[in-house]
């Protein structure tokens, strides 16, 4: 699967981003999905994750009950609904593709930029 992401930008602290990340492929729906994000000088962390049907959702402390992940199995894309974004959510966000059968994919990252 190949996955492409976009819908980073730069946003006041405060504002809202919805990140998108579009795969190819058949089997769109048998992956579990995730977003993880890389600040500067830091490590790739998670954020958040959806199971292959959308009916479980998970979320790292640091974004739970501002951020949204969700799924369009039929437009194989999944999307994260950032709000009341602050600056330590600056950084490149990543989507992810994991399947016990196919193993785990990474799509390019987009930039978010979270002004003060």
């Known amino acids: 699967v190949q996955l492409q992401a976009s819908g980073g930008g730069l946003v006041q602290t405060g504002g809202s981003l919805r990140l998108a990340c579009a795969a190819s492929g058949r089997t769109f729906n048998s992956y579990a999905m995730g977003w993880f994000r890389q600040a500067p000088g830091q490590e790739r962390e998670f954020a958040a994750a959806?199971?292959?049907?959308?009916?479980?959702?998970y979320y790292s402390e640091s974004v739970r009950g501002r951020f949204t992940i969700s799924r369009d199995n039929a437009d194989k894309t999944i999307y994260l609904q950032m709000n009341s974004l602050k600056p330590d959510d600056t950084g490149v966000y990543y989507c992810?593709?994991?399947?016990?059968?196919?193993?785990?994919?990474w799509g390019q990252g987009t930039q978010v930029t979270v002004s003060s």
């Open positions: 959806i199971d292959w049907s959308g009916g479980s959702t």
């Open positions: 992810k593709a994991v399947s016990l059968q196919s193993g785990a994919y």
